[in-house]
C-alpha cells in the first residue's frame, strides 16, 4: 500500500533484527507480539550494512528478504532504510580515507557512527551501490511505504577533498576573490586573500577570526550532507518513484539547514528524547513539553504538513547525565503529545533491546527479558490502542495564524560574532520564551525560518533577528504594508548574508517602518536588570537593552534605570495597514504573556480556547475539515481544571471544538 492510502495513524519503530539472525524464533515471537501492541510499522535496516553486504560487492539479502515477506504476511508496513549511517570495519579497512578529519586535522579511527566524509567518492559509490541493490529488489514490495535515508545527519570534515569543495562551492558563490575579500571584510589583520587555495576552513590551531568564512563553511557542509542525501534519494527512486522519502532529523543544532534539507525530502521525521524528570520543579513537567512542543512544531512548519515521531522511547534513554524512567502515563502523554502537534506516528528506538554494545541499555518496547509482562509493553499496548481511536486524525492539519522565526543562517553567525556575551548568549532561549508566551496564550503557532512566506499569518515575531539574508527587509516591509503586524527585537537587522555590517542603523533598511534607530546595545550582568512599565505593570528587562532613538514611533515603555533611563523600550509604529512593534529588551515571561494576549486579541487571531493559561496545561489544535479537535494536557503530577475539565496526572483529553469562522 502507498503511504498516502494509509489511514491509520502509524505505531511501531526501529527493528534490528539482523542482531537475532542466529536465533529464528525470535522474528515469530517479535511479530505476535507487536501485533499485540497494536504495531502497524517497522523501521528496518539503519544500521544492517554489515549485514547486507558482508565484502564488498558480495551481498546477503536472504534473511531481509525473509523479513519483508514475514511483515506484509502479518499487515505491517516496512519504512526501510539505506545503511549509510553505519559502516563497516573491512569499508574502512580498504578505504581509510572515508573517515572524517576533525577541526584539528587530524584523521579519524574506524568507530562510532554518521563519522565519514561527505565528500568521499569510494563512500559515496558504495553507498550508491547498496542503495541501488536495495531500491531494485524492495522498491515495489507490498510491505515498503517509506524509504528511510541514511540516519540522524550530523557533523563535518575538514579533509583535503572538504578543502577543495569548499573552495568550488566558493568560487561559485562568490566568482571573484575580489568579492569574497569585500564580503569577508579581509583586509582586517591583513587577512586580504591572493589565490583561492590560500582558503581554509576554520580551526582551532589556524582561522578563528573571519566570521563569513565561519558562516560559510557551516553552509557549505550543509549544502554537502544535503547533496549526499540527495544522491541516496536518486538511488532509491530509481526503481520506483513513488515511494516517498524521509531522513531523520535529530537535533536543530546539528549543522544541517533543515529548511533546505526540507526541499529534498516528502516527509519530515523527527527523533525526540526529552529529559523527562530532571528539573527543579519535580512536580511539573511543563519546560520539557515546552521543548518538544517547539520542536514539533518546527517540524510541521518545514513543509506544514503533518510530519513523522521517527524515534522516541518508551521508558528510557541512556545518554543524559540522569537516565530516569519515564514515570507512568508519560509515555502515553509524551506520545500523544507528538499527535496533537502534528505527527502522523509514534514511534520507539527501538523494539528490542539490544545485548551488548553502547545502547544496550537504551529504553525498548522488549527488554532483555523479552517478556509481554513488563510496565512498559502494557503502556506501549495502550498507545497501540489509542492511536486506532484517532485514526481520524490521519494528515489532519494545524492552522495557525501566529509565526515565530527561528532561523538557521541567523543562528550559524550568531553562534561566531564577538559582542555581547562571550558565554550563554541566550539566542535559542529568547526564541522559545516568545514561543511559550504563545502557547500560553493557547494559540496555534509556526515555528519558521526568514525565507519562509510571510503572507498566511496575521502575526510574525522574530526574535533578535541579528543577520537579514537578500530580501527579508523587503518582505518584512511587505508584510507590514499590507496589513501583518510584525514583532522585532533587539539585535536585530544588523548584518547581510555574510555576516558584514551595514552601514546604517539598525534595523537595516526598516528605520522608516519600525520608527526607531538602535543605536547601542547594553548587555547586562546576570546579577543585574533594568525596568519598564507597561499598563501600569513593571517588568523587568535583562540580557540585553537596546537604546533607540524614537524616529516617528510611538513609545509605548521606556526604561526606568541606569544612563539611559527614558530611553524606548517598546515602541509601534503604523506603517501603511499594519503596524511595526521594537521590543528594546530582553523582557521577562509574564510581560511577554500579557503583551501577546494584547496582539492576539487585536488581530482577530483565533485562540483554541478563550481562557487564561492553567499551570502546566498545554493545548494544541489539529483539524480535519471543517472540524477542530483540540488536545488538552497535563505535564503535572496534580489534578488540574479548565474548561470543564478536570485532568489528573500526565492526563490529556481530545475535545471536538465548535466551529469558529476566524
Known sequence: ????????????????????????????????????????????????????????????????????????????????????????????????????????????????????????????????????????????????????????????????DCQENFRLWLKKKYKTLEKLNEEYWSKFWSHTYKDWSELESPAPHGETGVHGLALDY????????????????????????KIPVTSNMFHLNCGINYSRLAEILDVISWDSYPHWHCGGDKNSEWENALESSFRFDYCRSLKQQPFLLMESTPSTTNNFPVSKLKRPGMHKLSSLQAIACGSDSVQYFQWRQSRGAYEKFHGAVLTHNGSEDTRVFKEVAEVGETLKTLSYLKNADTDSQVAVIYDWENLRALEEQKNLRRQNKGFEEIIREHYEALIKNYVSVDVIDQLADFSGYRLVIAPMLYLFMPGTHEKIREFIATGGTFVMTFYSGLVNENDLAYECFPPYSLNDVFGVKSEEIDCICDDEYNVFTYHGKSYKASFYCDLLQPMEAEILSVYEADFYQGKPALTCKNYKKGKAYYLACRGEKEFLYDFYQELIEANGIRRIVKTDFVKDIMIKERKVGAERYAFVMNFSTESREIENLTLGKYNFAVKKLEVDAR
Open 1 to 160: 500500500m502507498r503511504y498516502d492510502e494509509i489511514t491509520d495513524l502509524l505505531h511501531g519503530g526501529d527493528y534490528n533484527v539482523e542482531q537475532w539472525l542466529n536465533k529464528p524464533e525470535v522474528l515469530e515471537e517479535d511479530i505476535r507480539l507487536m501485533k499485540k501492541a497494536g504495531v502497524n510499522v517497522v523501521t528496518l535496516g539503519v544500521f544492517s550494512w554489515a549485514s547486507l553486504e558482508i565484502e564488498e560487492n558480495v551481498y546477503t539479502f536472504e534473511w531481509l528478504d525473509q523479513v519483508m515477506d514475514s511483515m506484509y504476511k502479518n499487515g505491517i508496513y516496512v519504512i526501510l532504510a539505506t545503511p549509510s549511517g553505519g559502516k563497516p570495519p573491512w569499508m574502512i579497512r580498504k578505504y581509510p580515507k572515508i573517515m572524517r578529519t576533525n577541526k584539528e586535522r587530524k584523521r579519524l579511527l574506524y568507530g562510532e557512527r554518521e563519522n565519514q566524509c561527505n565528500s568521499n567518492k569510494d563512500f559515496r559509490r558504495m553507498v550508491k551501490g547498496i542503495d541501488e541493490k536495495l531500491a531494485k529488489r524492495y522498491g515495489n514490495h507490498p510491505a515498503l511505504i517509506m524509504w528511510h535515508i541514511s540516519n540522524e545527519m550530523y557533523g563535518q570534515c575538514h579533509c583535503n
Open 218 to 241: 557551516n553552509r557549505f557542509y550543509s549544502d554537502l550532507s544535503i547533496d549526499f542525501l540527495q544522491k541516496e534519494i536518486d538511488a532509491v527512486r530509481k526503481y520506483n518513484p
